[in-house]
C-alpha cells in the first residue's frame, strides 16, 4: 500500500545526499514523497550527530514531529543517520516517541522500515557502515541548477577531535564509471554548478583498484555540460601539484577551494593528529596564489582544543592576519565521547573557548570587509537565485560563495533575470556583508 513519506534533512550535504536517495527509493516502492511532515504517514528525520549542536538540533526536531504525533497529524517517526548510529539506546530510553531507527550503513533499507513501521513493528536496522551502496538513484532536493555529487563515504584521517570515522565507517571511494554516469544525469537534468563532496575529496581514488586520483576525476567532469564545478573539504597534506594545476587551468573549475586546517599552531595541529605544520600550511596557500591570484580560500578552525593556551590563541590570530582568508568557519570545541580529544589533559574552559570563537569572528568579519570592498567597481559572474521579495531585487552567488555557506550579491536588473541564469554583475556596494551590484548590460 502507498504511504506519505516526509523527508526532513539535517547537518551537511552529505547528509543530504544520503536522504535524496531514501527519497528516491521511497519513491520507486510507490509511495508519495513530501518535504511536509504534517498529515504524512511517516516521517523520515535523517539526522546529524557530529557535535553537541547538531545533536541538539536533531533532538529538538524529533520533539517537534512528536508533537505532530500526539497531535494526530503525522503516524509514525523514522529516525535515521549520524544521531542513530550513535546514540541507539539513548533514543530507545529517552525518546519513545520515535517508532523506527536506521544506522548510517543502511539507508537503503528506508522503504522496508517504512513498510514494517505501517504494518505495527518497530524496525531498527544497523548494517555494516564499512559497507554502504552509494550508487542508487537520487531525487535530488536542492534547486534544479545546483546538485552535490558525493565521491566517497567514510574517513580514516583519524583526527583526535572527530567521530565521524566511528559513524561513517572508513574511506571508501565510488568508481569512476558511477560518478560520471551520476554527474551526466545531473548535466542532462540542468544543473549547471556540480558540487563536488566527500569528507576528504583529496583522497579520492586511492583505495580504488587501479589507483586514480581526484585531478584526473575533476579533468572528466570538466567534459560535461557544467557552468561551474566547485569542490568542497581538500585535506591541505594531500594537495598534488597535478591538483593545482588542473583546478587552474579547467576553466570550469571555480578557484574557491575550502581546505579545513582546524588550527596554524604546530602543537596542536599535532595533538589533533592533523598531518601538517604551520610552514606547510603556509607554503601550499603560497602555491594555490601562485596558480591562481583570484583563488578564495575557505577553512574551518576549531577554538579551545585542549592545550590551548592564550600563546597558542594568539598566533592563530596572527596566522589569520596575515593570510587573510577569505572565508572562515570558527567552531568551539566540544568534547565528543569516544574521541581522542575527549580525554586529553589541560581542557579549555568552554567560557574561555566561547570568547576566542568571538574574537575570531570579529577578526575574520574585518578581513572579510576588506575582501568586499576590494570587489568594489569590478564586474562579477553571478550565478542567479532568483528574486528576492524582501530586497525587492534579485539575488545571487560569484565563484566566491558557496551554496547555503556564504554571502550573496543582491543586484538590480532592467527585467526579470531566471534562477539559474548566469548573468555580469557590476559591484557598487556592501551592505551586512552582502554585495550589491547592477547587471552590465
Known amino acids: 500500500m502507498p504511504y506519505k513519506i516526509a523527508f526532513i534533512s539535517l547537518g551537511c550535504a552529505k547528509n543530504l545526499v544520503n536522504t535524496e536517495q531514501m527519497m528516491?527509493?521511497?519513491?520507486?516502492?510507490?509511495?508519495?514523497?513530501?518535504?511536509?511532515?504534517?498529515g504524512a504517514d511517516v516521517a523520515v528525520l535523517n539526522t546529524c550527530g557530529f557535535i553537541e549542536s547538531a545533536k541538539s538540533e536533531a533532538i529538538d526536531n524529533i520533539l517537534e514531529l512528536a508533537g505532530l504525533k500526539k497531535a494526530g497529524k503525522l503516524k509514525k517517526l523514522l529516525v535515521t543517520g549520524c544521531l542513530s548510529q550513535r546514540y541507539p539506546e539513548d533514543i530507545r530510553a529517552e525518546?519513545?516517541?520515535?517508532?523506527?531507527?536506521?544506522?548510517?550503513?543502511?539507508?537503503?533499507?528506508?522503504?522496508?522500515?517504512?513498510?514494517a513501521l505501517m504494518a505495527g513493528e518497530r524496525p531498527e536496522y544497523f548494517g555494516d557502515i564499512h559497507r554502504t551502496y552509494e550508487d542508487g538513484e537520487r531525487l535530488v532536493a536542492t534547486p534544479p541548477y545546483t546538485a552535490y555529487l558525493k565521491i566517497a563515504e567514510g574517513c580514516s584521517n583519524g583526527c583526535a577531535f572527530c567521530?565521524?570515522?566511528?559513524?561513517?565507517?572508513?574511506?571508501?571511494?565510488?568508481?569512476?564509471?558511477?560518478?560520471?554516469?551520476?554527474?551526466?544525469?545531473?548535466?542532462?537534468?540542468?544543473?549547471?554548478?556540480?558540487?563536488?563532496?566527500?569528507?576528504?575529496?583529496?583522497?579520492?581514488?586511492?583505495?580504488l583498484e587501479p589507483e586514480t586520483s581526484l585531478a584526473r576525476l575533476v579533468k572528466e567532469l570538466c567534459k560535461l555540460d557544467f557552468h561551474w564545478i566547485r569542490l568542497h573539504y581538500l585535506y591541505p597534506e594531500a594537495v598534488t601539484d597535478e591538483l593545482?594545476?588542473?583546478?587552474?587551468?579547467?576553466?570550469?573549475?571555480?578557484?574557491?577551494?575550502?581546505?579545513?586546517?582546524?588550527?596554524?599552531?604546530?602543537g596542536i595541529l599535532k595533538a589533533m593528529r592533523r598531518r601538517n605544520t604551520r610552514a606547510e600550511l603556509e607554503e601550499l596557500f603560497v602555491r594555490l596564489r601562485s596558480a591562481m591570484p583570484d583563488v578564495v580560500i575557505r577553512t574551518s578552525l576549531i577554538c579551545g582544543l585542549p592545550g590551548e593556551g592564550e600563546a597558542e590563541f594568539e598566533e592563530l590570530c596572527d596566522f589569520l592576519r596575515e593570510q587573510k582568508l577569505q572565508r572562515v568557519g570558527v567552531f568551539q570545541f566540544s568534547p565528543e565521547e569516544g574521541t581522542l580529544a575527549a580525554k586529553m589533559e589541560n581542557q579549555v574552559d568552554p567560557d574561555t573557548a566561547a570568547r576566542r570563537v568571538e574574537l575570531v569572528v570579529d577578526l575574520q568579519s574585518r578581513i572579510m570587509d576588506e575582501y568586499n570592498e576590494a570587489r568594489l567597481g569590478t564586474v562579477m559572474e553571478v550565478l542567479c537565485e532568483g528574486f528576492d521579495s524582501a530586497e525587492g531585487c534579485c539575488a545571487g552567488r560569484t565563484y566566491a560563495d558557496s551554496a547555503d555557506i556564504d554571502g550573496r550579491v543582491?543586484?538590480?536588473?532592467?527585467?526579470?533575470?531566471?534562477?539559474?541564469e548566469f548573468v555580469n554583475v557590476r559591484i557598487t556596494g556592501v551592505s551586512d556583508g552582502d554585495l550589491t551590484g547592477e547587471i552590465e548590460e
Do not use: M, N, W
Open 24 to 38: 528516491a527509493l521511497c519513491r520507486a516502492a510507490g509511495h508519495t514523497v513530501t518535504g511536509d511532515p504534517e
Open 95 to 115: 525518546l519513545p516517541e520515535v517508532d523506527g531507527l536506521l544506522g548510517t550503513g543502511s539507508y537503503t533499507q528506508v522503504a522496508a522500515a517504512v513498510e
Open 163 to 207: 567521530v565521524i570515522p566511528k559513524l561513517r565507517g572508513k574511506y571508501r571511494s565510488r568508481s569512476v564509471e558511477a560518478l560520471l554516469a551520476e554527474a551526466e544525469k545531473l548535466a542532462a537534468s540542468g544543473v549547471r554548478e556540480l558540487i563536488v563532496i566527500a569528507q576528504d575529496i583529496t583522497r579520492y581514488g586511492l583505495d
Open 244 to 266: 593545482i594545476d588542473v583546478i587552474a587551468h579547467e576553466p570550469k573549475v571555480v578557484h574557491y577551494l575550502d581546505i579545513p586546517i582546524q588550527h596554524c599552531d604546530d
Open 410 to 420: 543582491l543586484f538590480t536588473a532592467a527585467g526579470p533575470v531566471p534562477a539559474g
